[in-house]
């Protein structure tokens, strides 16, 4: 049984926010620009975030309990996922812009959910948090690369839905390694766990760094002055 605590959670919340402050004074101090930008974003989704995902799963011992936990989380993220679409896709439906209606469609779908989401499920539960975590992560990266390219290729044909790529990509593949490696009991070494766990680690805080340096790009008036920002907030 765990109890809650919300001093736990804005805890983490403010460590989030801080990091992402660290980010906007960066970017307007000239440290961070667009080049170190999308490079550090390339870190994240190429290395970060699949090592990330892999951790989170093998971090875990098999036993009955936690796999059947495991596939339940599956079945409720996939529930979770088709609801959010449908509200979603109603929700925008009003939208004349394509562009502006695809992108705020896939916002309102689609969180930061993994590199927010572990380090708060990390302080609120410890590692079972973050394992139950991880297969919420393997169905919203599926969803990711294959519905949400979908919403993304409406507005611009120019991105491709290629079937294989929806499959094997930095999202996908590491949850299926992972969810074998979990089924399939296997222990990585200590000296490779560890490095598993170094640069997963990377994700939070670079992430809210370029999250940060985004922020600081666009004009205040624009950031708050919008009807539209709180609309999709609520």
């Not at 640069?199 to 985004?214: E, K, N, Q, R």
Request: charge should be positive.
């Amino acid at each position: 049984m765990f109890k809650f605590d919300m001093t736990v959670l804005l805890s983490a919340v403010a460590t989030m926010f801080l990091l992402l402050a660290a980010g906007f004074i960066a970017r307007k101090a000239g440290i961070i620009d667009d080049k170190l930008s999308k490079g550090l974003s390339n870190l994240i989704i190429c290395v970060g975030q699949p090592f990330m995902i892999v951790d989170a799963v093998v971090s875990m011992k098999y036993t009955p309990e936690n796999f059947k936990t495991g596939m339940f989380i599956l079945l409720l993220g996939t529930i979770i996922h088709a609801v959010t679409a449908a509200i979603a896709l109603g929700s925008t439906f009003f939208i004349k812009n394509i562009d502006e209606r695809s992108i705020t469609e896939f916002g309102l779908l689609f969180s930061n959910c993994g590199f927010m989401g572990f380090p708060i499920l990390r302080s609120m539960f410890g590692d079972i948090g973050v394992f139950w975590g991880s297969f919420y992560i393997i169905v919203f990266n599926i969803v990711t690369w294959t519905y949400g390219m979908y919403i993304l290729h409406r507005a611009r044909p120019e991105i491709k839905m290629n079937f294989v790529k929806m499959i094997f990509n930095y999202g996908t593949t590491p949850c299926i390694i992972g969810l074998l490696l979990f089924i399939a009991r296997i222990n990585l070494p200590d000296f490779v766990s560890g490095a598993v766990s170094y640069l997963g680690s990377l994700c939070t805080p670079i992430s809210m760094l370029v999250i940060g340096g985004l922020l600081a790009t666009i004009p205040v008036k624009k950031l708050f002055a919008s009807p539209k920002v709180y609309y999709s907030c609520a």
